[in-house]
């Protein structure tokens, strides 16, 4: 009989159901955040139910956490997204929910300083705080960063964020990558993220006449508010409306914030980005940048909460 990650057995998931738990993520408190449900137990599982589990609990991405089958990796973990109707290499807050739940589950020792998981990217190191005997943070290691094209009709794409050009901060609209592409849009005040609408056709006609990609745009402001956020962001999509904590978005955010010279390296090993809060979702994602080798290394990271568990009688 095959043991699974989550303990028990195949049989025993089948006769059952599957369990699962829900985290909300990039928070503290429950009900804000991003949420993530993890199957704690999903062998035998074809991909194409993984994908119909997905779309059953209707989250933007489901996790489904395996035992790592490449040396050197202590857990597979495989992402389901809803925006694509299919499986994806990489995802931030589901990993930072799913390692939140292994660590509660028993599944991490107490005091492990990092474990490596076994991603459709490869595998990637998760570096682990804690407070006495529980998980209290989590760092997520990003691809290296590439900054891609521009645009340059900065009229336009206001435009196509339902605003106008003097509402834009005096930096480049660019494309920023660390695994994923999203647009970085900076303009002036929080309140211009709060009222910006996303035109998909225009930004999507600016992006491909750019040759970037049709992915996300990550408007933000780096207006102070007494709260300690480097920056204050939206996450507008073209396949998801709108996200309420983005962590594959905030890496491209703090590379761009070190790369443009607004935030000095010196200064950069604790960034913090708030997302969500229109979407009375408020979320707190964290980013370190630092040097190694000479190549500037991004990590994201926060904490996670469990909202709820439940079992999937399939």
């Not at 997520?140 to 964020?161: C, F, N, S, Y």
């Not at 000095?264 to 009375?280: D, E, T, W």
Request: aromatic content about 6%; charged content about 20%; some cysteine.
């Amino acid at each position: 009989m095959a043991v699974m990650a989550g303990g028990g057995t195949a049989d025993a998931a089948r006769s059952g159901g599957r369990p699962y738990e829900v985290y909300d993520v990039f928070t503290d408190t429950p009900l804000s955040g991003n949420p993530v449900a993890v199957f704690t137990a999903p062998e035998g599982l074809s991909p194409e139910m993984m994908m119909a589990m997905t779309r059953e609990i209707n989250y933007s991405e489901c996790t489904f956490v395996f035992p790592a089958s490449k040396p050197g990796c202590d857990f597979e973990v495989r992402f389901f997204a809803m925006n694509s109707g299919a499986e994806i290499p990489i995802a931030g807050h589901p990993t930072i929910g799913t390692v939140f739940s292994l660590a509660e589950r028993g599944l991490i020792a107490p005091g492990r300083r990092s474990i490596i998981l076994q991603l459709g990217v490869g595998p990637t190191q998760i570096d682990l705080e804690w407070h006495e005997k529980r998980l209290a943070f989590a760092w997520m290691q990003q691809q290296p960063p590439k900054l891609d094209g521009v645009i340059d009709d900065r009229t336009a794409a206001a435009a196509a964020m339902g605003l106008k050009a003097e509402d834009l901060a005096d930096l480049p609209i660019q494309q920023v990558s660390c695994g994923a592409p999203f647009l970085m849009v900076p303009v002036k005040t929080r309140a211009t993220v709060d009222r910006a609408q996303l035109d998909r056709g225009a930004m999507g006609t600016l992006l491909d006449k750019a040759g970037l990609i049709r992915r996300g745009v990550l408007i933000f402001s780096l207006e102070p508010a007494g709260d300690d956020a480097t920056a204050y962001s939206r996450m507008l999509g073209f396949g998801v409306t709108e996200d309420a904590a983005t962590g594959n978005a905030t890496g491209p955010l703090g590379a761009y914030l070190v790369t443009r010279g607004i935030v000095p390296l010196a200064q950069a090993g604790r960034m913090m980005s708030r997302q969500g809060v229109k979407m009375h979702r408020p979320s707190k994602l964290y980013i370190s940048a630092t040097e190694q080798g000479g190549r500037l290394s991004i990590k994201i990271g926060g904490r996670a909460v469990k909202a709820a568990e439940g079992r999937m009688l399939v």
